[in-house]
T-cell receptor, first 111, second 113 residues
Framework: QKEVEQDPGPLSVPEGAIVSLNCTYSNSAFQYFMWYRQYSRKGPELLMYTYSSGNKEDGRFTAQVDKSSKYISLFIRDSQPSDSATYLCAMKAGGYQKVTFGIGTKLQVIP | DGGITQSPKYLFRKEGQNVTLSCEQNLNHDAMYWYRQDPGQGLRLIYYSQIVNDFQKGDIAEGYSVSREKKESFPLTVTSAQKNPTAFYLC????????????FGPGTRLLVL
């Protein structure tokens, strides 16, 4: 079993839809949770960063962490064609630097 | 503008050749990383460095080498011992001991001739 599981998709939604992207993990030591957006042939761009459990909102993006279920989510409201990209979840435990990444979910927002 | 630069954008390697990928950052970050990205496999850590003149192997270090002579620079050499080098290579950096999020460069695509 992988430490981080993420459905690779692709996920196709109509413009304006609410998108839900998810990851599950097995390592209970993970404390820091990140979401990255990666456009084709580009480097990943940090979208959201959350420490421990709870919600964090930034514009149309909301990140949720449920440590009891070992489950994290990224919600995108009013999705736009420019949101079409691969979304990577990432997480790490405290005290050392290794980050574990999911394989990414490819999202396509149809105009 | 602060950021991470990688060069070249595309690199072609001939059989038996060593090639070096450049990574430079002006974010004043202590830690730097090299990842390899292959379709369906996500990001895999090759090497990382938390301080100048020190670096550690990641999960897939075989066939690769690095140096960290300056805080700003962390070049990666893909040696002839790496038998399957075709991939997208990403360099990242982070603050060490603070908010430990990693910031990525634009990547280098390595292809074998």
């Amino acid at each position: 079993q992988k430490e981080v599981e993420q459905d690779p998709g692709p996920l196709s939604v109509p413009e304006g839809a609410i998108v839900s992207l998810n990851c599950t993990y097995s390592n209970s030591a993970f404390q820091y949770f990140m979401w990255y957006r990666q456009y084709s042939r580009k480097g990943p761009e940090l979208l959201m960063y959350t420490y421990s459990s709870g919600n964090k909102e930034d514009g149309r993006f909301t990140a949720q962490v449920d440590k009891s279920s070992k489950y994290i989510s990224l919600f995108i409201r009013d999705s736009q064609p420019s949101d079409s990209a691969t979304y990577l979840c990432a997480m790490k435990a405290g005290g050392y630097q290794k980050v574990t990444f999911g394989i990414g979910t490819k999202l396509q927002v149809i105009p | 503008d602060g950021g991470i630069t990688q060069s070249p954008k595309y690199l072609f390697r001939k059989e038996g050749q060593n090639v070096t990928l450049s990574c430079e950052q002006n974010l004043n970050h202590d830690a730097m990383y090299w990842y390899r990205q292959d379709p369906g496999q996500g990001l895999r850590l090759i090497y990382y460095s938390q301080i100048v003149n020190d670096f550690q192997k990641g999960d897939i270090a075989e066939g690769y080498s690095v140096s960290r002579e300056k805080k700003e620079s962390f070049p990666l050499t893909v040696t002839s011992a790496q038998k399957n080098p075709t991939a997208f290579y990403l360099c990242a950096s982070s603050i060490f001991g603070g908010e430990e999020t990693q910031y990525f460069g634009p990547g280098t695509r390595l292809l074998v001739l």
